[in-house]
């Protein structure tokens, strides 16, 4: 019986051609999972980079119009001080 099993399959056997597409699905769809997991890690990586973009996209809008403001003060607090240097 093992001896049977051993024994080379002819090429014309529909059995054996049926079972080389079924491993080759097999490979296939593991190929494609493998490639389906590491794309959704791409894009999980990419939607934290664009988080951790957009943070500090914010971030750097409150500090720019944080300077904004203080130029403004020191502005206004040098023409007060222009203005009594002309009174002198």
Do not use: F, H, Y
Not at 13 to 38: F, G, M, N, Q, Y
Not at 46 to 65: F, H, I, M, V, W
Request: proline letters at 3%.
């Amino acid at each position: 019986m093992e001896a049977a099993a051993q024994a080379p399959v002819p090429d014309d056997d529909p059995l054996a051609s049926l079972e080389e597409r079924i491993r080759r699905a097999v490979d296939l769809v593991a190929t494609l999972r493998a490639e389906r997991d590491a794309a959704v890690a791409e894009m999980e990586a990419a939607r934290n980079a664009a988080g951790s973009a957009l943070t500090d996209s914010q971030k750097n809008r409150q500090e720019l119009e944080s300077l904004r403001s203080e130029r403004k003060q020191v502005r206004t607090r040098i023409e007060k001080l222009l203005e009594q240097m002309e009174l002198l």
